[in-house]
């Protein structure tokens, strides 16, 4: 009986803890009530705050039953605030307040956003109303996102970069901000699924696969902007070189003669002895064009077909 006594107490206790946590930010006011939003505007210029087209205010009470619509759907009850004018008295959502992404996540939780909380935004503590404007006032998807990421923002401006600044995509078309994926990305399984996209033709499946471009496009590429075309990490051959070696052909040095003995016959060697270095240190892709992989093997080599020349 004091085991189950004890026990008792203590789900009581967390009950109450749990409540408690729940109503932060309420008014703690037994006698507050709901009063509707005609009220608020007796005080407060809808066309001001802009709430006139705001989606919030088109909301019906059979679409979300059992929460009030209007201004104190986010604002709770406004019956003390409007007599006595505190704002004390009712959900103000100043930035110092703790409870302002709770309350949105009261609604929205269920509405495509049960990641939030693993989110990298939500354990960095950014509130919903540093991205997201209220009563009215409405973020461009990109214009919020600058705020934080500068730096992404100004690769954008690099020589070879994503159509972002010239309106054809913005920042939610490869990340979801309230996602826990890896960069936000929305992509389940590889982060290459985000590039696939739009770029299908590349995904494959080949034959004669590249094994990065299975891997990770950000191998190669960057997302966001580079100088370099293509949006290439580095230049040829540099880029190639960080996994792959010269061929051999790079380091011969044939005879200077002009005419040089190939398989018993004469041939003009109109580059000299540099030739070969010409040949072999410039684009790879010159001779190897189809670097994302390949459904026809590479006859003329030894490498069953991963040459990748086709």
Same mark, same amino acid.
Request: with cysteine; proline share 7%.
């Given at each position: 009986m004091r085991f189950q006594g004890k026990l008792l107490?203590?789900?009581?206790?967390?009950?109450l803890l749990v409540a408690a946590?729940? !109503?932060?930010?309420?008014?703690?006011?037994a006698d507050n009530a709901y009063i509707g939003s005609e009220a608020c505007f007796d005080c407060h210029d809808a066309?001001?705050?802009?709430?006139?087209?705001?989606?919030?205010?088109?909301?019906?009470?059979?679409?979300?039953?059992?929460?009030?619509?209007?201004?104190?759907?986010?604002?709770?009850?406004g019956k003390l605030h409007a007599e006595e004018g505190d704002p004390e008295l009712i959900r103000t959502f100043a930035e110092e307040a703790d409870y302002s992404n709770q309350v949105c996540m009261d609604c929205?939780?269920? +509405?495509?956003?049960?990641?939030?909380?693993?989110?990298?935004?939500?354990?960095?503590?950014?509130?919903? !109303?540093?991205?997201h404007g209220v009563h009215g006032e409405r973020n461009k998807p990109n214009e919020a996102c600058n705020t934080c990421h500068a730096d992404s923002r100004a690769a954008f401006e690099?020589?070879?970069?994503?159509?972002?600044?010239?309106? +054809?995509?913005?920042?939610?078309s490869c990340h979801n901000p309230h996602s826990a994926t890896e960069f936000m990305l929305k992509s389940r399984m590889r982060k290459a699924d985000v590039c696939y996209t739009c770029h299908q033709g590349i995904e494959g499946p080949y034959i004669f696969e590249h094994p990065p471009v299975q891997e990770d496009c950000s191998l190669c590429h960057l997302p966001h902007g580079s100088a370099v075309n293509n949006l290439l990490t580095a230049s040829e051959p540099t880029l190639?070189?960080?996994?792959?070696?010269?061929?051999?052909?790079?380091?011969?040095?044939?005879?200077?003669d002009e005419i040089v003995d190939v398989g018993g016959f004469e041939r003009e060697n109109p580059w000299g002895h540099e030739g070969f270095r010409i040949a072999y240190t410039t684009n790879c892709t010159g001779c190897h064009a189809r670097i994302h992989g390949s459904d026809t093997p590479s006859q003329t080599t030894t490498n069953y077909g991963k040459g990748l020349t086709q």
């Open positions: 107490f203590l789900v009581v206790a967390a009950v946590v729940a !109503t932060a930010g309420d008014v703690p006011m066309a001001d705050l802009g709430m006139q087209a705001d989606v919030h205010m088109q909301i019906q009470s059979f679409e979300v039953q059992g929460r009030e619509v209007g201004c104190e759907g986010c604002h709770g009850p929205h939780a269920t +509405k495509n956003l049960p990641e939030w909380e693993a989110s990298i935004h939500a354990l960095e503590a950014v509130a919903c !109303t540093e991205c690099l020589p070879s970069h994503h159509p972002l600044r010239e309106g +054809k995509m913005n920042c939610s190639c070189l960080q996994c792959h070696d010269y061929h051999f052909h790079s380091g011969y040095r044939p005879p200077e």
